[in-house]
């Protein structure tokens, strides 16, 4: 009798074992990219992060420091991609590049970000090409705001780094992880978690978990707050960082895949605080919301940046606008605008190529914005 039992116990057992390596996810990921990739391990972390919720990833990578997509078009990464196979293939682009003026990017960064994802999907049909969205750094790029003033603070060089990846991603048909987003959510509402190491660019522990936890959502389109792995960090700062991904990410999860992919998770309707309205894909359209200084509720936001002929000036809520100035570099006022309502366009036309300061004022506060003339 107790054989019986124990037989039937260890059946059930075995059953359950079944049942759960069925359920459980395997997905083969190639990272592409540099040292912001390296730094803490990165594919191994999303590794860990998978496996506390019962997925798995097989991975492999190639970081060599400082690594740039022309780089990468002639070395070893695609030799890897042409191996076919991958569920997913992420790419990253030098920390800085895709932030410096346009002309220089789109000689320099966008063509060779077409080669690779037109690489992923011709060796891996059913595969996706997944851009790595970085951050700006920690007191902006100064050295190169020298020529380019708008990366001189980190929003600046952050701005500029959403609006290029989004306009790969768009082109090229690529889907995106928001690192950057998340980055940027983490540093308005929880500035005591440091996401950044000693040197002002690369990711603290924290950093790339919140990195990590941002690629388990995006190639599992699940949601982090799942997860139970953490680094050598703090429980309540791994919750906090878990529940930004959250928001940023998962919550809006359709916008940051490729327009072709079919997903399940299609819910568009929630409000996101974080980056560009859902409604917009053109990328002719992209812009960036900023929070209203003094309103973190209110978010101003001006599209497209760059610009040609003109900009729009859009606020969210119940923010009223009254007035535009833009100001060029050296703070001469080069343009005035009355605004009475919540959306205007502010034409450009006749001004110089460059860098300048778009000052919006409302009834509840004031925001100085770089804007970007082509």
């Known amino acids: 009798m107790k054989n019986s039992k124990l037989i039937l116990v260890l059946s059930l057992c075995l059953i359950v074992c079944q049942i759960a390596r069925a359920q459980e996810e395997t997905k083969k990921v190639l990272f592409i990219g540099n040292s912001y990739t390296a730094v803490n391990d990165l594919p191994n972390m ?7 919720v019962g997925d798995r990833i097989d991975y ?4 060599p420091g400082g690594c740039t997509f022309q780089q990468h078009c002639g070395n070893q990464s695609m030799t890897l991609i042409r191996q076919g196979n991958w569920d997913v293939v992420v790419l990253q682009e030098q920390s800085q590049l895709p932030s410096f003026p346009q002309g220089q990017v ?11 994802i037109n690489a992923v999907y011709e060796a891996n049909p059913n595969g996706e090409a997944m851009l790595y969205m970085t951050w700006g750094r920690e ?23 959403y609006e290029r990846y989004m306009y790969m991603a768009r082109t090229y048909d690529a889907s995106v992880c928001p690192v950057g987003r998340v980055w940027r959510y983490l540093r308005t509402n929880h500035q005591d978690i440091q996401l950044y190491n000693g040197d002002g660019s690369h990711p603290s522990v924290a950093g790339t978990y919140a990195a990590a936890c941002a690629f388990y959502t995006m190639i599992f389109h699940r949601s982090p707050l799942q997860i139970t792995y953490f ?30 992919q ?15 309205d859902t409604t917009h894909t ?22 497209p940046n760059p610009a040609t002929s003109y900009t729009a000036i859009q606020t969210s809520g119940t923010a009223k606008l009254s007035d535009a100035t833009l100001c060029d570099t050296k703070g001469r006022r080069i343009r005035h605008h009355r605004i009475d309502g919540t959306k205007t366009s502010l034409p450009l036309e006749g001004l110089p190529a460059g860098i300048y300061t778009l000052t919006v004022r409302t009834d509840k506060g004031i925001r100085s914005i770089p804007l970007v003339k082509q």
Not at 46 to 52: E, F, G, H, K, L
Not at 60 to 63: L, P
Not at 106 to 116: G, I, M, R, S, W
């Open 139 to 161: 007191n902006g790029d100064r050295d190169n705001a020298q020529d380019f003033p708008v990366l001189g603070t980190y929003e600046g060089m952050d701005s500029m780094l």
């Open 60 to 63: 492999q990578s190639n970081t």
């Open 46 to 52: 999303v590794q860990q992060v998978a496996a506390s």
């Open 262 to 276: 079919d997903t399940t998770h299609t819910d568009t309707t929630q409000t996101d605080t974080t980056h560009t």
């Open 106 to 116: 789109e000689q320099e960064c966008f063509p060779y970000a077409e080669q690779l």
């Open 282 to 303: 053109d990328t002719t359209t992209l812009g960036i919301h900023w929070p209203l200084n003094g309103d973190t509720e209110t978010l101003i936001r001006v599209y």
């Open 231 to 260: 680094p050598q960090i703090e429980e309540r700062q791994a919750r906090v960082i878990r529940e930004a991904v959250q928001t940023v990410v998962f919550d809006t999860l359709s916008f940051w895949l490729r327009q072709q």
